[in-house]
């Protein structure tokens, strides 16, 4: 008998753990849920590292440093774009060097699944669910922020599904870069007729409307070529360190 309820508990814990996993109808408020707890956590923390700096007079200085932070990541972008613009300028004499870049400071919140070190939840405010946007960590190319039942999610460089618009080397050879779920990124579909070459580095092309041109992604460290096309295997400059925070492209233009 005692087996029998066993075995009936079983099944019923088995059937509720696979309902909540397959359905995104239930697993929606258990999402938000588990960010609102998540979040009051985070906040109740910061409330009580706050209460230790400003015992020791130091608060102001660290809000004046973040703003400033804030304004020269922004200003950083603006004038990383300026330069990308008169180059193109240079080339080609018909750039409109029109620059109105956008970046936001967001937060992490936790895994989306632990074992998983490339999906993670953020708080961002003014997210639009119908937008992509870049990420960045430091200057370098993180991966991008996409919707999850309508919550901004970061897809780091090593997802599967982050990929973005980059071209490689001096010869700005045009190619798609996406993660493999490893440390490395797989750049495809480079034009067989550009040459590219082990060492080359990997920038993002800004045709995606994702990112700015030119912010750095990594080294290409081995090429091959199949159905037509070249692949490039790149070290990234950034993979799944997980910081506490992140930058992220609101606006290109």
């Given amino acids: 008998m005692n087996k029998q309820r066993f075995l009936i508990a079983l099944f019923l814990i088995i059937g509720v753990m696979g309902a909540l996993y397959f359905s995104p109808f239930l697993q929606s408020p258990l999402i938000h849920l588990s960010k609102s707890i998540k979040l009051f956590y985070l906040k109740q923390t910061e409330k009580i590292q706050n209460g230790f700096i400003q015992h020791f007079d130091q608060a102001a200085t660290i809000v004046e440093l973040e703003k400033k ?27 409109s060097l029109v620059t109105q870049p956008s970046v936001a400071l967001v937060r992490t919140i936790s895994y989306i699944r632990m074992g998983d070190p490339h999906k993670l939840w953020i708080e961002m405010e003014h997210f639009d669910p119908t937008q992509v946007y870049g990420l960045l960590y430091r200057g370098y190319v993180a991966g991008i922020v996409v919707s999850n039942n309508g919550a901004p999610m970061a897809l780091l460089n090593g997802d599967s599904k982050s990929s973005y618009a980059v071209s490689v ?81 609101t606006k290109v233009r």
């Fill in 69 to 95: 932070n804030r304004y020269y990541e922004n200003e950083l972008l603006t004038l990383h774009q300026i330069a990308n613009d008169y180059n193109n300028l240079l080339r080609e004499s018909n750039s």
């Fill in 169 to 249: 080397g001096n010869s700005e050879a045009p190619g798609i870069v996406r993660g493999n779920n490893e440390r490395r990124l797989v750049v495809e579909f480079i034009p067989t007729w550009v040459p590219i070459f082990v060492g080359d580095e990997v920038v993002t092309s800004g045709l995606d409307k994702i990112f700015l041109s030119g912010l750095k992604v990594g080294k290409v460290i081995s090429i091959s070529r199949s159905s037509g096309y070249q692949r490039a295997v790149v070290e990234p400059y950034f993979y799944a360190k997980n910081p506490a925070y992140f930058h992220v492209i």
